[in-house]
Structures are given as structure tokens and as C-alpha cells.
């Protein structure tokens, strides 16, 4: 485990692995004499075949020898100072006497048991070492006791100071006076032996004949598996947690309350639940019970007693959870937190909630102040999908039932090319345009731009359609005659659970004539299109005059009328002349119309009679 651990770290790619045992003899200089099939013995020898890709690289290749090298002493030195870190657990149990002036007899009780427990195979012991606490200068110090270092904590024989413990702030250093006889959490290092992560840190504070702290025993290693598997009510200081939690939360046992927050401790993180103090797992348990089923995102955050690390809990909609979001969570804590590596854990189960266990790996200088409500406010916003931000803004919009409606009535989730280029508000535009639609009337349509941009060739029609795409072939030449050039197309079907599928393109358009406000013609080239659609009038050059001229569909048909009445006549230009020329010279087109109305309309009789006069 621990050499193919270092080859993994180191980024080389293993194609495999051969680990037999053999009964091997070898004479006084170490050399092999004879080589036999493994069998009961004390002189048997594992011996490791691994196989890597191709490494041609001279520095690699020294960087591999140099690492497996260190590994292989770790495990060494871990392996032959088992024994004594076991009997370092026993003359720590027995020592805890000066402790009962300071902490009460329950606590040294239990701590006792949790020591005995983890050396009952529940903990795997790789280092161990004596601190002694004094005062230098009127600040607290941490001197490493001298050939007090076991396992991978040998060195330094000769003492010193530690360092990681100087470059606490002053509040934290504090700490270690105070009366708590155990400190669990995570040290700042990884393991190399047995299996990667962050190695368990387990201080048992040595106190005076006064009860004052005056040093740390300190073992650093690895859980188990067991202790992960294990009813943590069989396990010492959890179980008291557990029952002071319940006891404290007063729900009675067999109640639906109770049976839920017991069930929450259960599953608690058993890292966490070792490290976390019973005021905080208190307030987070609770808060986890007051979620319940409900879809909800919510986060809980802890700092480490030494400030190395923030653990982040994140109860999510299970449907929600997929890598992505987990990557922009790990991003979102590492930037507020000025983290600077994340570890993650992921728990999926039959609740409607996915848990994700987060450790975010800080300085302990980094003492800045975050807005936890904030901080909870962008991890919502991370986590929701993009389809219910769609219909948060329906509910707004549309009002309840609306939203109700369309989450029943679509197929979710949204194509990913629609939820990559359309917006929420976008997509609520489309709902409420997929329900003007019907078997007798197919078509909707919506010519707008894209928030904040003005460019002319950032119109957008957007074109709905009932059961079945629209042919380019047939659209294409609509919206050219309407005087427009067509830049390029985006389809999307939106499938409906019991209506037919909603076919939307979205058309980036030119427009071939001067600039004019989107709100003066909205309204009109939709009308337009959707009757040139419906051959209701005809698809010819005249159409351009909606955007050029601004004029509706009816006024069109006057001119066009006027056109193939002079066409009879024998006017010698081509309709073509005429459209483009009417086109050309907009101004005059919309004084022609004008004039239209003001000699036939009726509305406008009184003032002909008064003209006239």
C-alpha cells in the first residue's frame, strides 16, 4: 500500500503490482544463498515486482528511488516501534492521575477507554512523541522531549522546540493550557504508510501534581477500517456525545424526532465526530434535523482547534449533486477561506439529501472575519440547478401554479445546449410562449437582443413551433424578404411530458437597413412574420419595409396593392424597382402611407370635410 501510494503521489502510472512471499536464506553480507516457497518460519521476506510506465527521465527516475526510500523507512520505523507505541498507550492510561484535579473523573474515565479501544486494533500507531510546556520569555513553548520519539516521529533524538506550535497566534497557544485531557483532530501532514489522507492526531495533556498542564503525549496514525464499520455507540467518547446530545435535545427515544437526530449522529462523519466539541455537534445535528426531507441546501462549518483547517458539511438535493457542482463548491470554500488544498467526502443514500464532508486546509495566521450567511448564500446559488432558478423566476413572474405547471409539464432537466445558452429569464420567456401555442395556432415568435448588447447585428428572432421543427428552407426566405440577414441558427427541442415537443430557433440577425428602435417594430415584425407564415400576405420584398419603414402588415398591403395596381396600368419599373426604391427612401414611404390614412380613414372624416372647406 505504502509503495504504491508514494508511486501514485509521485504521478507514474502503475500496471501492476506482484507482492509473494518467500523463505529466503542469505549469508552474513546480506546475499541471497537459497530461495524457497513461502512456509512457517522467521525467515520469510516479501518481495515487491512493480511495473510502471516507461520512465526515461534521469531526475524522475532518481526522485522515484529517493521516495520509495523514505516510504520504505517510514514503514520501517513504524513497524518496529509498534510495540513500544502500544506500550506508550499503556503508561499514558496509567499516568492520568494529576488530570482529576482538573478534569472530571467521568472524562479521565472515558479517555482511558478510548485509548485502550484504539490500541485494541482500532487505531494503526505509525508515530509517537513527548512534549513538555513551559514559559519562555512570558510566552508558552512546546519543547520535544529527547529520545522520547517513536515511528515516524524518531526524529529530531536531540529535542528542540515546536515549530508548528510557535507559529500559532497567541489565542491558540492559549489553548494548550487548557484542562482538556484529549485533543483529537487532523495533523498538517499526510501519511506515507498504510493509506493516503491526513494523518490522526490523538494528545493526551500530562498535568502536575496541581492539575496544571504541563505537556502533551501526543500519537499520531491512521483509524482503522473498523472504526469507519463500527456502531460509534460502541465506541469510547462517542457514545458519550451521542447520549449527551439526545439527552440534551430531550426528544424521547422511540419519537420520530429522536429516532431521526439518533439516526443523524449515527451517520455523523466519524472523523468529525471524533473532533468536533458536543456544543458544535449540538447545534449542527439539530440544524440537520430541522432540514428533515425538505430539498434544501444548507452548510455547517466547524474550525479546528488549532486553526489548520475549516470542516464544511453540505447537505444538498440529492438530485442536484453531480462532479460539477462538487468542483464549484470546493472552489467556492477554498476562495472564502484562502484555503490552500480541499478534501472531500461524499455520502449518497435513500434521503432526498446528499451530504458532502469538506475539509479546507487554511493557515493559522489567516484570522479574517467571513460572513457565514453570505458564504452559505453562495453555496446555495452553486449548488441550484439551473432549472430552479427558472422557476424561481416564474414564481415571480407567473405566480405559483405557473411554476407547478411547468415542472410538471416539462421533461427535466433542460437540453444542456439550451441551459448553456439561454438564460433563466430567457427560458421563462420561452414557457410562456410554449403555452400560446396550440394545434390551431403551431406558431410563436419573439424578436428581442441579448441583455447589454446594442450592436446591430445582435437582433434575435426567436421562432416556436408546435410537434415538429421548421425547415430552414422555409424560414430563411421570410426573414430575408423581411430585410434581414440571417448569421446563424441555433434549434433546441423542449421536450413536454403529455403535450407535444416545443421545437425553438433562435436566429442571429443583420438587419440591411438604418438602425431603429427594437420597440417601435417589435410588435410589428412579429405580426408580420407570423402572417407571412400563415399566407395571410405575401412573401415578397415589401416586407422589409416593417423594419425599414416601421409600418405593419396592413400598411404594406396598401402599398403592395397600389404596386400591382400600377403594374396593370403599365407602369414599366418591376416590383423589385418599386420595393427597393420604397425601401431606399423610407422617409417619403411613411408620409405615403400617411397620406393613405389621412384621405380614407374614417376616423380622420372631420378633418377632410374641414380641408376640403
Not at 462549518?301 to 453531480?322: G, H, K, Q, T
Request: proline share 4%; charged share 25%; net charge negative.
Amino acid at each position: 500500500d505504502s509503495i504504491a501510494m508514494e508511486i501514485n503521489r509521485q504521478g507514474i502510472g502503475v500496471q501492476l503490482i506482484i507482492h509473494p512471499l518467500f523463505d529466503a536464506s542469505r549469508d552474513d553480507h546480506g546475499a541471497l544463498t537459497q530461495l524457497d516457497d513461502a512456509r512457517d518460519g522467521e525467515k520469510l521476506e516479501s518481495w515487491i515486482h512493480v511495473e510502471t510506465e516507461r520512465i526515461t527521465d534521469p531526475a524522475r527516475i532518481k526522485a522515484l528511488g529517493d521516495g520509495l526510500v523514505a516510504v520504505l523507512s517510514d514503514v520501517r520505523a513504524a513497524v518496529e516501534d509498534w510495540r513500544k507505541m502500544l506500550a506508550k498507550v499503556t503508561e499514558t492510561v496509567s499516568s492520568m492521575g494529576g488530570a482529576a484535579k482538573s478534569v472530571p473523573l467521568e472524562e479521565i474515565d472515558e479517555a482511558r477507554a478510548f485509548l485502550n479501544w484504539a490500541a485494541d486494533g482500532h487505531f494503526t500507531f505509525l508515530g509517537y512523541r513527548d512534549y513538555e510546556l513551559s514559559e519562555v520569555n512570558g510566552n508558552d513553548v512546546l519543547k520535544i522531549v529527547a529520545n522520547s520519539g517513536l515511528g515516524i516521529l524518531r526524529e529530531p533524538k536531540l529535542g528542540g522546540v515546536s515549530a508548528s506550535f510557535n507559529e500559532l497566534p497567541p489565542a491558540l497557544r492559549a489553548l494548550a493550557r487548557k484542562p482538556d485531557l484529549l485533543v483529537l483532530t487532523k495533523a498538517n501532514s499526510r501519511a506515507t504508510v498504510h493509506r493516503a489522507g491526513y494523518l490522526d492526531y490523538v494528545g493526551v495533556k500530562r498535568f502536575d501534581d496541581q492539575g496544571k498542564v504541563v505537556g502533551e503525549r501526543r500519537f499520531i496514525g491512521l483509524y482503522t477500517s473498523s472504526t469507519y464499520h463500527a456502531n460509534p455507540q460502541d465506541i469510547p467518547l462517542l457514545r458519550r456525545k451521542i447520549t449527551r446530545i439526545m439527552e440534551r435535545a430531550g426528544f424521547p427515544h422511540s419519537s420520530h424526532a429522536g429516532k431521526n437526530l439518533f439516526s443523524i449522529l449515527e451517520t455523523f462523519p466519524r472523523d468529525e465526530l471524533f473532533q468536533i466539541s458536543e456544543d458544535d455537534l449540538f447545534e449542527t445535528a439539530m440544524g440537520v434535523l430541522r432540514l428533515g426531507e425538505r430539498a434544501k441546501t444548507k452548510l455547517f462549518v466547524r474550525r479546528d482547534v488549532f486553526a489548520r483547517f475549516y470542516s464544511c458539511l453540505i447537505y444538498l438535493p440529492r438530485e442536484n449533486y453531480n462532479t460539477e457542482v462538487r468542483i464549484k463548491l470546493q472552489e467556492v470554500l477554498k476562495r472564502a477561506f484562502s484555503g490552500t488544498s480541499v478534501e472531500f467526502n461524499v455520502q449518497l443514500s435513500e434521503s432526498v439529501l446528499a451530504r458532502i464532508h469538506m475539509l479546507v486546509r487554511t493557515s493559522p495566521a489567516n484570522e479574517q472575519k467571513l460572513d457565514f450567511k453570505a458564504l452559505e448564500a453562495e453555496v446555495v446559488a452553486a449548488v441550484r440547478r439551473w432549472e430552479e432558478g427558472v422557476f424561481e423566476r416564474l414564481v415571480k413572474l407567473a405566480g405559483e401554479d405557473a411554476a407547478n405547471e411547468a415542472r410538471r409539464d416539462f421533461v427535466l432537466p433542460f437540453p444542456a445546449a439550451y441551459t448553456e445558452d439561454s438564460t433563466p429569464d430567457q427560458a421563462v420567456a420561452d414557457f410562456l410562449a410554449a403555452k400560446s401555442i396550440t394545434a390551431d395556432k403551431p406558431i410563436a415568435m419573439s424578436l428581442y437582443r441579448q441583455p447589454g448588447e446594442h450592436a446591430r447585428h445582435a437582433l434575435r428572432f426567436r421562432l416556436y413551433h408546435l410537434g415538429k421543427p421548421v425547415p430552414l428552407s422555409g424560414s430563411l426566405p421570410m426573414l430575408e424578404n423581411m430585410g434581414v440577414r440571417v448569421e446563424g441558427e441555433r434549434s433546441y427541442t423542449i421536450e413536454r411530458r403529455e403535450s407535444p415537443h416545443v421545437y425553438i430557433h433562435d436566429f442571429a440577425l443583420s438587419p440591411t437597413h438604418a438602425a431603429f428602435h427594437l420597440d417601435d417594430v417589435k410588435e410589428k415584425f412579429e405580426q408580420a412574420f407570423g402572417r407571412i407564415w400563415a399566407r395571410q400576405v405575401e412573401n415578397d420584398g415589401f416586407n422589409r419595409l416593417t423594419l425599414a419603414a416601421g409600418l405593419s402588415s396592413d400598411n404594406i398591403v396598401v402599398l403592395r396593392a397600389y404596386a400591382k395596381y400600377l403594374k396593370q396600368t403599365g407602369f414599366t419599373f418591376s416590383q423589385q424597382y418599386i420595393e427597393n426604391t420604397l425601401a431606399h427612401h423610407a422617409g417619403i414611404t411613411e408620409e405615403l402611407v400617411g397620406l393613405f390614412h389621412s384621405r380614407f380613414s374614417p376616423d380622420m372624416a372631420d378633418d377632410r370635410d374641414g380641408m376640403v372647406k
